[in-house]
């Protein structure tokens, strides 16, 4: 198996884990937390598409997906390209407003789709390449995308628990 196959492989499963997560939701469902100090379904799956969407154009040197169009006022943000939901407060989260669950699956494969266009174009040598100075070691191509699916896996599996909450009431 080659780098490209290896790394679409992985974020090949993201679609449905995100769709298994939201489908059928309303939004008050989406934005339900199961304690003051938790987080919604939308919230969470927001915040792993804002990830990889700022992530990704960071590696492409290009706008986010989250700047174009109206996807902030699904939201019921504006469109800050700083906001990705990291250290958010619980009074944060609650910003998060997801219109519909379409809305989250809409966002998700604009991201997913520029995702899978920037992962079908590597070359084994593209992922040392050095993306990411602030760190030591210094962050390469390829753990950025370890990264990104890595953190993007376990907000799904939250979501997938949430939803399971949800769904036993």
Do not use: C
């Amino acid at each position: 198996m080659n780098v490209n196959d290896l790394l679409t492989e992985a974020h090949g499963r993201l679609p449905d884990l995100v769709r298994a997560a939201v489908d059928g939701l309303s939004p008050e469902q989406l934005r339900w937390t199961p304690g003051p100090a938790a987080n919604s379904i939308g919230w969470l799956v927001w915040h792993l598409t804002r990830v990889q969407d700022h992530h990704v154009a960071d590696l492409l040197d290009a706008d986010q997906v989250w700047v174009s169009g109206d996807w902030a006022g699904r939201f019921g943000l504006t469109a800050d390209p700083d906001n990705t939901g990291y250290g958010h407060s619980p009074a944060e989260v609650a910003t998060v407003r997801p219109e519909s669950a379409q809305a989250l699956l809409d966002y998700y494969d604009a991201v997913a789709g520029r995702t899978g266009q920037l992962l079908s174009g590597l070359k084994p040598a593209d992922l040392d390449r050095i993306v990411d100075e602030a760190w030591d070691p210094p962050v390469t191509l390829g753990v950025r995308l370890v990264s990104i699916v890595d953190d993007d896996v376990q907000h799904a599996g939250q979501a997938a628990y949430v939803r399971g909450l949800i769904d036993a009431n």
